[in-house]
């Protein structure tokens, strides 16, 4: 099993910057593909950024291309979300995933991913 808590959400204003972390346990993700989603009030969970188990692929949603970026250190058991240029509408709960494949390229659905955080709350203020 594998259990992952996320951090770093808050309240930030638009064009601020947050970084994600989510830290993983019970089991090494060193060979995981892992995804980061979000789901804001009343819509369904989406896609947000995912990387391999090198790190050497990374795909993201067009919304969030050239502001966020996913990183993963093997060594610390954790993966990245840097977010910069935040816009109200990247609003929403955020949330780790891990997908126990190894893999050239990540997968976006939320159905390919086994395993998941809690959540972390990320506002941004108009």
């Known amino acids: 099993q594998v259990q992952l808590v996320e951090s770093g959400g808050g309240l930030v204003q638009a064009g601020g910057s947050l970084r994600l972390s989510c830290a993983a346990s019970?089991?090494?993700?060193?060979?995981?593909?892992m995804g980061w989603f979000r789901q804001a009030p009343g819509k369904e969970r989406e896609f947000v950024a995912a990387?391999?188990?090198?790190?050497?692929?990374?795909t993201y949603a067009d919304s969030v291309k050239g502001r966020f970026t996913i990183s993963r250190d093997n060594a610390r058991n954790t993966v990245y979300l840097e977010m910069n240029s935040l816009k109200p509408e990247d609003t929403a709960v955020y949330y780790c995933?891990?997908?126990?494949?190894?893999?050239?390229?990540?997968?976006?659905?939320?159905?390919?991913?086994?395993?998941w955080g809690q959540g972390t709350q990320v506002t941004v203020s108009s």
């Open positions: 995933a891990a997908r126990g494949v190894l893999e050239a390229i990540p997968r976006t659905t939320p159905a390919n991913y086994a395993y």
């Open positions: 019970g089991r090494t993700v060193n060979q995981y593909t």
């Open positions: 990387i391999t188990w090198s790190g050497a692929s990374t």
